[in-house]
C-alpha cells in the first residue's frame, strides 16, 4: 500500500476563514484525488488532481471554493476556502498507485470542524 | 449513471458470528468492485477488491466474489471478532477514470 500522509490530521477553524490541507505520497504517482466524507455520509469526489494540469473538478465542486495545487508527483494541497460549518467534514486524499484504477488508497484524512 | 446501494445498518452481531453485508450495483460494462474499511478515529482502508467476474477477494478472514449475473459484491465473513468493529463502504471503480462511487456504508458493531 501506499504512505500517505495528510496535514493537519485534525482542525477547528473559524467561519469565514481558509484551510489548506496538504497532501504527501510516498512515491510519484499521475494521479492524486480528493474526497469529502460530511458526517454520518459516505465519501464524495470533489476532484481529480494531474500534476502540470488544471484539478477536473465534480459537478457541485468549484475552484473558487475549493482551489487545488499539484506542483509535483509526490505532493497536493486542498483549500477550503471561505469556511462555513456546513463544510465541517473528513477531507481524504487518495492516489491511485499503479494507475490502473484498481490500486487506490486513502490518506488517515484531515477532519476540519468549522464554528 | 453508475452507482452503490449497501444494506443500512448498523449491523449488531455477537462475538463469533457470521457476518454478511449486501452491496449491490448499477454499472455498464466491467467496473472493479471494493470493500473499504474505517475504524473508529481512522482514514479509509483498503479491505479487498475484485476486478472481474466471478473474481474473489479475500483479506483478513473477510471475502467477496463479483457476481454480474446479480450485480452484487456482498462481504461476508464466518466468525467476526470485536475488533471488526468499523464501517464498511463498498465502492465501485472504473479504471479509466480511477475515480471511486461509494455506497453509504454499513457499520458494524461486534459485541463480546
Known amino acids: 500500500s501506499a504512505v500517505i500522509s495528510q496535514k493537519p490530521s485534525r482542525d477547528i477553524c473559524q467561519r469565514g476563514t481558509s484551510l489548506t490541507i496538504q497532501c504527501q505520497v510516498d512515491?510519484?504517482?499521475?494521479?492524486m484525488f480528493w474526497y469529502r466524507q460530511q458526517p454520518g455520509q459516505s465519501l464524495t469526489l470533489i476532484a481529480t488532481?494531474?500534476?502540470?494540469?488544471?484539478?477536473?473538478?465534480e459537478s457541485g465542486f468549484v475552484i473558487d471554493k475549493f482551489p487545488i495545487s499539484r506542483p509535483n508527483l509526490t505532493f497536493s494541497t486542498l483549500t477550503v476556502s471561505n469556511m462555513s460549518p456546513e463544510d465541517s467534514s473528513i477531507y481524504l486524499c487518495?492516489?491511485?498507485?499503479?494507475?490502473?484504477?484498481?490500486?487506490?488508497?486513502f490518506g488517515e484524512g484531515s477532519w476540519l470542524t468549522v464554528v | 449513471g453508475d452507482s452503490v446501494t449497501q444494506m443500512e445498518g448498523p449491523v449488531t452481531l455477537s462475538e463469533e458470528a457470521f457476518l454478511t453485508i449486501n452491496c449491490t450495483y448499477t454499472a455498464t460494462g466491467y467496473p472493479s468492485l471494493f470493500w473499504y474499511v474505517q475504524y473508529p478515529g481512522e482514514g479509509l482502508q483498503l479491505l479487498l477488491k475484485?476486478?472481474?467476474?466471478?473474481d474473489k477477494g479475500s483479506n483478513k478472514g473477510f471475502e467477496a466474489t463479483y457476481r454480474k449475473e446479480t450485480t452484487s459484491f456482498h462481504l461476508e465473513k464466518g466468525s467476526v471478532q470485536v475488533s471488526d468493529s468499523a464501517v464498511y463502504f463498498c465502492a465501485l471503480g472504473r479504471g479509466a477514470t480511477n475515480k471511486l462511487i461509494f455506497g453509504t456504508g454499513t457499520l458494524l458493531a461486534v459485541q463480546p
Open positions: 512515491s510519484q504517482v499521475t494521479m
Open positions: 475484485a476486478t472481474k467476474a466471478d
Open positions: 487518495s492516489v491511485d498507485r499503479q494507475g490502473s484504477g484498481n490500486t487506490i488508497y
Open positions: 488532481a494531474n500534476q502540470g494540469s488544471e484539478a477536473t473538478y
